[in-house]
């Protein structure tokens, strides 16, 4: 009768307090790249992060951050109101309003730091 396909066991060793630790990286060497560990990812998030900020404001953004604040506006609003109907009435009315809002005070503030930051590097390189 032929053998059923299992999976080869690795090898792990338990210690002491009975933990079982894998043997680790058994492949390819690792790159210098891969050595540095963290610094390197970390660095890179930062330049993620400050990539995000020099980005123009879009509506979608602006929409998601409105749609947050009416969401918050309406819970507030049913606690205070004590009248459900009302606030749900209004959550659209609130929403509506402040996409624009937001948009434009997101504009105004992108447009306030490409500004200063050609101002500060003497006009090169303002988007």
């Known amino acids: 009768m032929a053998q059923t396909k299992r ?3 690795t090898k792990h060793r338990g210690n002491a307090a009975g933990v079982v630790e ?4 058994t492949g390819r060497k690792p790159t210098t790249a891969e050595k540095t560990g963290k610094g390197g990812a970390s ?8 990539d995000r900020l020099e980005r123009a404001p879009t509506w979608r953004g602006a ?4 749609m947050a604040a009416a969401v918050l506006m309406l819970l507030i609003s049913i606690v205070l109101l004590k009248k459900p109907n009302e606030a749900i009435a209004l959550f659209p009315i609130v929403l509506i309003a402040y996409v624009p809002i937001s948009f434009y005070t997101d504009t105004w503030l992108y447009k306030r730091k490409v500004a200063s930051k050609a101002k500060q590097t003497g006009g ?3 988007k």
């Open 7 to 9: 999976r080869r066991q």
């Open 22 to 25: 894998s043997r680790g990286r």
């Open 43 to 50: 660095g890179s998030a930062k330049e993620k992060r400050l």
């Open 63 to 66: 929409f998601y951050r409105a």
């Open 124 to 126: 090169a390189g303002a």
